[in-house]
């Protein structure tokens, strides 16, 4: 694990932008995953930029989106799906057949389950698995008690994670489960990569990256992947050393 920090989120979107150009520079069919949400929302305008610019080719890759909330998709408001097609995948025009959501509608979840694993098969193994981390550590919809081992899931959601999804809805939504490809998908991510901002993740950051490694903590896998980067602006990374 490589724990990089930045001045402020600007450079740490920047940072985590130019890793991905330099993977996709480097393998043009390049498997992806991508989380929603705050974090990387930066780094999404830097890789549009880089690409109007000619400073990268996403054509050729293939991208997998990292979880969603059950029951919703690319139509509803505050969806995972919604929210990296209104920030990539349409701006980027980037071709349908190479992207794989969950199908969090299905009246079949552990069906959708198989074919997001058999996406990533067929495509993968993950050349970039990028997650955020939630105050009470999940990445992903990986909850505090998810087992490292499992691949694509979808569990109950923590009542911390129904609270604070709140923000992505323009009015009071329910929130029961979420679908999420899995830690054993990271662990056999060639780079795998946290993106977090802000000093309110300070403490889990810290309690995730310098305290036990426990599936009571799922960020704490990170202290396992030699290949990892934790990429971090200043207030993410206060609290670390202290």
Same mark, same amino acid.
């Given at each position: 694990?490589?724990?990089?920090?930045?001045?402020?989120?600007?450079?740490?979107? &920047?940072?985590?932008?130019?890793? $991905?150009?330099?993977?996709?520079?480097?393998?043009? %069919?390049?498997?992806? !995953?991508?989380?929603?949400? %705050?974090?990387?929302?930066? /780094?999404?305008? !830097?890789?549009?930029?880089?690409?109007?610019?000619?400073?990268?080719?996403?054509?050729? !890759?293939? *991208?997998?989106?990292?979880?969603?909330?059950?029951?919703?998709?690319?139509?509803?408001?505050?969806?995972?799906? &919604?929210?990296?097609?209104?920030?990539? *995948?349409?701006? /980027?025009?980037?071709? @349908?057949?190479? $992207? &794989?959501?969950?199908?969090?509608?299905?009246?079949?979840?552990?069906?959708? !389950?198989?074919? /997001?694993?058999?996406?990533?098969?067929?495509?993968?193994?993950?050349?970039?698995?990028?997650?955020?981390?939630? /105050?009470?550590?999940?990445?992903?919809?990986?909850?505090?008690? +998810?087992?490292?081992?499992?691949?694509?899931?979808?569990?109950?959601?923590?009542?911390? +994670?129904?609270?604070?999804?709140? #923000?992505?809805?323009?009015?009071?939504?329910?929130?029961? &489960?979420?679908?999420?490809?899995?830690?054993?998908?990271?662990?056999?991510? #060639?780079? @795998?990569?946290?993106?977090?901002?802000?000093?309110?993740?300070?403490?889990?950051?810290?309690?995730?990256? %310098?305290?036990? $490694?426990?599936?009571?903590?799922?960020?704490?896998?990170?202290?396992?992947? @030699?290949?990892?980067?934790?990429?971090?602006?200043?207030?993410?990374?206060?609290?670390?050393?202290?």
């Amino acid at each position: 694990m490589t724990i990089l920090k930045y001045k402020n989120y600007d450079e740490m979107s &920047r940072a985590a932008a130019d890793r $991905v150009v330099a993977q996709v520079n480097t393998k043009p %069919e390049s498997l992806i !995953c991508f989380p929603s949400g %705050e974090s990387p929302a930066g /780094m999404f305008k !830097c890789l549009i930029a880089d690409s109007k610019a000619g400073k990268v080719d996403f054509s050729q !890759c293939y *991208f997998v989106g990292l979880d969603e909330w059950v029951g919703m998709g690319k139509d509803d408001d505050g969806s995972c799906t &919604r929210f990296l097609y209104e920030h990539f *995948f349409t701006p /980027m025009q980037i071709n @349908p057949d190479h $992207v &794989r959501f969950f199908d969090a509608k299905a009246a079949d979840l552990d069906a959708a !389950c198989r074919a /997001m694993d058999d996406f990533v098969k067929l495509h993968g193994p993950l050349d970039i698995m990028i997650v955020g981390i939630g /105050m009470n550590g999940h990445i992903g919809l990986n909850e505090p008690g +998810t087992d490292f081992n499992l691949y694509a899931h979808y569990a109950p959601l923590a009542q911390v +994670t129904v609270q604070v999804g709140q #923000k992505y809805f323009k009015q009071q939504t329910v929130l029961t &489960r979420g679908i999420t490809l899995g830690l054993k998908h990271l662990q056999e991510a #060639k780079i @795998p990569m946290l993106i977090a901002a802000g000093s309110k993740k300070a403490a889990i950051i810290k309690h995730a990256l %310098e305290g036990e $490694v426990t599936e009571q903590l799922p960020a704490s896998i990170f202290q396992t992947l @030699p290949s990892a980067y934790v990429i971090l602006d200043e207030g993410a990374a206060s609290g670390l050393g202290q």
